[in-house]
C-alpha cells in the first residue's frame, strides 16, 4: 500500500484560506511571524485564526531567527503543535527551544545542490522534522515562499534519522512530479496555491492537496 503523503499549507492569513486548507484536505496549516513576508499574521491573528480549528490538523508557527519575547508570546496566547524555524537557527539554538518551550521543531534547510543536503546532519539530533527548501534568489528579504524550487531527486534515496518534508516552488502542476523525483512523504506548499501573495485559492488548495494524495 502506497504511503500517505502528507500535505502543509502555510502561509495562512484569513478565515477563507484557513476553510480552504481544511475542507481540501490539509494535515497541517501554517501561520507565518515574519513581518517581511506578506504571509505575516500578529500574535492576535493568528489565535483568530487558529482557535476553531478541528484538533485533527496540527498547527505550525513559522519564525525566522526569533526571539524568546516572540515564542513566549505566541505560546501565552495560542495552542500550537509545531514550531517551524525558517533562519539561520544553529542545531544549539533549535536544541535549547525544544527543552525551554517542550515544542517539536521543524527545521528547514535551503537546498540548491546536493552538498547543501550534508547540513542536514548537524539537525538529525536535535530536530523532529527537517524541511527541504530552496535557496532563496539573490537578493530575497525572505528565506522561504519566494515560488522558487531545485532539483528534487537529490533527494531521492537519501535518508535521515527524522522524517523530511519537501518546499520550493511546489504548485498543483508539479506536486505529483516532485514527489515522484524525490521520494517525499511530506510537501509544504505556500505561494504555490495563492491568487496573489498572502492570498491562498481554495480551489489550488483542493487541487494540491488531490495531485499530492493522488486522490
Not at 531567527?65 to 500550537?80: F, G, K, S, T
Not at 509545531?82 to 535549547?96: D, I, L, M, N, S
Not at 523532529?128 to 537578493?139: N, V
Amino acid at each position: 500500500m502506497p504511503v500517505r503523503v502528507k500535505v502543509k499549507i502555510c502561509g495562512l492569513t484569513d478565515e477563507a484560506g484557513l476553510e480552504a486548507a481544511v475542507v481540501g484536505g490539509a494535515d497541517l496549516v501554517g501561520v507565518v511571524f515574519f513581518p517581511p513576508s506578506p504571509r505575516h499574521v500578529s500574535v492576535a491573528r493568528a489565535a483568530e485564526l487558529l482557535q476553531f480549528l478541528p484538533r485533527d490538523i496540527q498547527k505550525v508557527g513559522l519564525f525566522v531567527d526569533p526571539e524568546d519575547a516572540l515564542l513566549d508570546q505566541v505560546m501565552n496566547n495560542l495552542r500550537l503543535d509545531w514550531f517551524q524555524f525558517h533562519g539561520g537557527e544553529t542545531p544549539e539554538r533549535v536544541e535549547a527551544v525544544r527543552q525551554e518551550y517542550g515544542m517539536p521543531v521543524i527545521k528547514a534547510l535551503p537546498v540548491a545542490a546536493p552538498a547543501d543536503l550534508d547540513a542536514a546532519v548537524a539537525y538529525v539530533e536535535v530536530a523532529d522534522w527537517l524541511l527541504f527548501d530552496a535557496k532563496p534568489p539573490a537578493g530575497a528579504d525572505r528565506p522561504g515562499g519566494n515560488a522558487a524550487s531545485f532539483d528534487w531527486s537529490m533527494l531521492k534515496g537519501r535518508r535521515w534519522p527524522v522524517p523530511w518534508m519537501l518546499a520550493g516552488g511546489l504548485t498543483p502542476a508539479n506536486v505529483a512530479e516532485a514527489i515522484a523525483a524525490s521520494g517525499a512523504k511530506a510537501v509544504d506548499v505556500s505561494s504555490g496555491v495563492e491568487s496573489a501573495p498572502g492570498v491562498k485559492d481554495a480551489a489550488l488548495i483542493a487541487d494540491f492537496v488531490a495531485r499530492a494524495k493522488q486522490r
